[in-house]
């Protein structure tokens, strides 16, 4: 499935060469690594291909940077110690009950729609084929492998994997990495950012 994948990569790139000769050689500098998902490791769980947390991170202290070194400095602690507290806050109030994070829940929910349309064949031990109408995938739960990738690059069970697990009535919520967890949540943040004592105390 990847080799087939880097094939369409191929194919789009040549593509590309014949619309703006200037964008692909722009983009054949770039290691693929870094903007193509056929090529992106499968261990962080994640295929995010922008970098909007830099992004909001940085209109997060736009007012900041404008003042000297130490009241900026000073002002980003207090944002993000503010910040801190605010999450810990949502997840002891608003996650009550939970096992699994809310947005990656939703995502859950949403692949599980999805799953409805697949009809699976099973192989033996934990290998599916799943199948829609000419569009066909290998799945393997014991590996938590689907020949789409969207399972191994991120750890939320994709479609096809999903009417598997049905198959198999594994619960979906089962399979997901614990980075997912409420539990991992309240441990990134377990920790408070202490807050400084006033300047004229720091001598």
């Given at each position: 499935?990847?080799?087939?994948?880097?094939?369409?990569?191929?194919?789009?790139?040549?593509?590309?060469?014949?619309?703006?000769?200037?964008?692909?050689?722009?983009?054949?500098?770039?290691?693929?690594?870094?903007?193509?998902?056929?090529?992106?490791s499968e261990y962080p769980k994640c295929d995010i291909l922008l970098n909007n947390s830099c992004e909001v991170f940085n209109k997060y202290i736009l007012e900041a940077r404008e003042l000297p070194m130490l009241s900026m400095l000073q002002r980003i602690k207090t944002e993000l110690m503010t910040r801190h507290y605010n999450k810990q806050q949502e997840a002891?109030?608003?996650?009550?009950?939970?096992?699994?994070?809310?947005k990656i829940r939703k995502k859950v929910a949403k692949n599980a729609e999805y799953a409805n349309t697949w009809y699976v064949q099973p192989a033996g031990k934990g290998i599916f084929?799943?199948?829609?109408?000419?569009?066909?995938?290998?799945?393997?739960?014991?590996?938590?492998?689907?020949?789409?990738?969207?399972?191994?690059?991120?750890?939320?069970?994709?479609?096809?994997?999903?009417?598997?697990?049905?198959?198999?009535?594994?619960?979906?919520?089962?399979v997901l990495p614990h980075c997912y967890s409420i539990e991992a949540f309240l441990k990134a943040y377990e920790y408070n950012i202490w807050p400084c004592n006033d300047?004229?105390?720091?001598?």
């Open positions: 499935a990847r080799s087939s994948t880097i094939e369409k990569w191929n194919m789009n790139m040549d593509k590309m060469k014949a619309l703006n000769n200037d964008a692909y050689e722009w983009l054949e500098k770039m290691p693929p690594q870094t903007w193509v998902r056929a090529f992106f002891i109030e608003k996650w009550e009950g939970m096992s699994i994070c809310p084929q799943v199948q829609d109408r000419d569009i066909q995938y290998i799945v393997d739960i014991s590996r938590r492998h689907c020949d789409c990738r969207r399972w191994d690059l991120t750890g939320i069970p994709c479609s096809h994997a999903i009417s598997c697990l049905r198959n198999k009535r594994i619960p979906q919520e089962s300047q004229s105390k720091w001598m």
